[in-house]
């Protein structure tokens, strides 16, 4: 008899769970090792409480300091799925060769496996997410007809980018899926309440009630309704931001898509169901599953195809710390509307989308020459959906540029114009996004050529990046944008 030990993000009913029982985990130095958001605390020991109760008598649910600890404490050898870490891969080679681990299996996680990632990988000079995202397309047989893509185009994001409707607060969409908490969430919230206080665990973030799916039964149900009701919107929109709509049309899948609850296959054949019974318009359907079986696969074999090191790149030598009220969540200190908006979701939820997280908070911390390795930690513990898989290619490569480019063809910056037509915060702002130099300058005008001027010969060879670094010379301001952007320090705005 050999049960399966299930890391808290291998929950879901693909991962095999044997006949043999399984071993759930609650391991005191992962829950403090970091300064983990609340709400990600408590959805991490729900799920895994929850998966606990579910299973019965065929779970043994330890909970210790460290997880070898608890495989001492069982004292038998468990089969493993490959973890999700390097942290996490080392320990389960290291007990493997012990023996307390009987083998370290693929992981049933992600569409595709690591080896078959490896071969197709293979000697390419680039690693495209486009070319990888036919690739899934075509290997999975998903909207396409023979070789050729429904619809005659593999993208449909030039249809995807559209500003927020004017004139309305939120979208005209029914709201997302909303789980109900039950015991189990009483009682880990009276645990990480007990544990704040007697100093064990140091969580940032506000507490507030549990908004996402950490059940197989709730992330069934949240796919259900992102589905019917709001895919269709998704698309169009999937880009724009509104101060009084956190979700927007978006899934909220990330985070039970993280803890293992769903199969991604099984997410995107849903959403092509959708297209194919007529319900959901192919640009939407087609935006979502690019987001699925495309970008969070290869930003998960990035991970391991790039090395350990990778996040310790910084090819834009960006060396400033965090400031303490980036660092803390301290929304109410900042006045610049979006983002104070977009640090005040992070405090509040643990959650925005990507957009807020590329163009506000991404886009400032590049901006201000936040170090990367830093802001990849600050994402990874900041974050509900956030592992260590995750946030590398996300922050490294793609938000701060800081890999030279392996990732992303240019540096994703941007003055408050972007803001300003895909938003509705600058409306409400004391900046104003066409001014660069004054007390009403926008921060992130003003920041978008000093990031410009600081990076000009590090950028110098990247063609894409000619025409805004020639433009910089036009400026007659520049000298003084640079001067008011240096002044700032790392106050917030
Ligand atoms: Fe953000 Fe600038 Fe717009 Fe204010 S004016 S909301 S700081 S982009």
């Known amino acids: 008899m050999t049960r399966r030990w299930l890391f808290a993000d291998q929950l879901g009913p693909h991962f095999d769970v044997g ?8 391991s005191r130095r992962a829950l403090t090792r970091r300064p983990f958001h609340r709400q990600k605390l408590h959805l991490v020991l729900s799920a895994l409480r929850h998966r606990a109760a579910e299973l019965g008598d065929s779970a043994v649910l330890l909970r210790t300091d460290t997880y070898t600890g608890a495989l001492h404490e069982l004292g038998e050898p468990v089969r493993v799925h490959e973890p999700t870490s390097y942290a996490a891969d080392r320990l389960v080679r290291r007990l493997h060769a012990t023996g307390m681990v009987e083998s370290v299996d693929p992981t049933p996680g992600y569409s595709l496996a690591r080896s078959e990632f490896a071969a197709w990988a293979g000697n390419r000079r680039q690693l495209r997410m486009e070319d990888f995202y036919r690739f899934q397309r075509q290997r999975l047989d998903l909207l396409v007809e023979g070789e050729r893509p429904v619809g005659g185009r593999w993208s449909f994001d030039e249809d995807n980018r559209e500003p927020p409707p004017k004139g309305v607060e939120r979208l005209d969409v029914p709201p997302p899926y909303r789980p109900r908490e039950d015991d189990i969430d009483a ?57 009084g709509d956190w979700t927007m049309a978006h899934s909220l899948l990330s985070v039970p898509l993280n803890l293992g609850l769903l199969d991604p296959v099984e997410v995107v054949d849903r959403a092509a169901q959708a297209y194919r019974d007529g319900d959901a318009p192919l640009a939407s359907v087609e935006g979502f599953v690019r987001q699925v079986i495309g970008w969070r696969e290869y930003v998960w074999h990035l991970y391991w195809h790039f090395g350990p090191t990778y996040r310790r790149r910084n090819s834009l030598q960006a060396r400033t710390p965090l400031p303490p009220w980036f660092d803390r969540l301290d929304a109410d200190e900042v006045d610049a509307a979006c983002l104070q908006d977009a640090l005040a979701g992070v405090r509040d939820r643990g959650w925005v989308h990507h957009i807020p997280r590329l163009m506000v908070l991404g886009n400032w911390a590049a901006q201000r020459g936040y170090d990367p390795d830093d802001l990849t930690e600050w994402f990874q513990t900041r974050f509900v959906d956030g592992y260590d898989w995750v946030m590398p290619a996300n922050v490294v490569g793609m938000s701060q540029h800081a890999d030279g480019g392996a990732m992303a063809t240019k540096p994703y910056v941007s003055g408050g114009a972007y803001i300003n037509r895909m938003s509705d915060y ?46 910089r010379h036009r400026l007659a301001d520049l000298e003084q944008v640079v001067a008011q952007e240096r002044h700032r320090g790392d106050s917030p705005p």
């Open 187 to 243: 009682e880990v919230r009276d645990d990480l309440d007990r544990w704040t206080r007697e100093g064990l665990v140091s969580p940032v973030g506000a507490d507030g009630p549990r908004v996402f799916a950490v059940t197989r039964r709730e992330a069934l149900a949240a796919l259900e309704r992102f589905v019917t009701h709001r895919l269709g919107v998704f698309g169009p929109h999937e880009d724009a931001m509104l101060r």
């Open 19 to 26: 006949r043999d029982g399984v071993l759930l985990v609650e």
């Open 426 to 471: 600058c409306g409400g702002c004391r900046y104003d996004p066409k001014k660069r130099v004054g007390d009403d300058a926008c921060p992130f005008t003003a920041g978008y050529w000093a990031f410009l001027d600081r990076n000009a010969e590090r950028l110098e060879g990247n063609h894409r990046m000619a025409r805004p670094l020639q433009q």
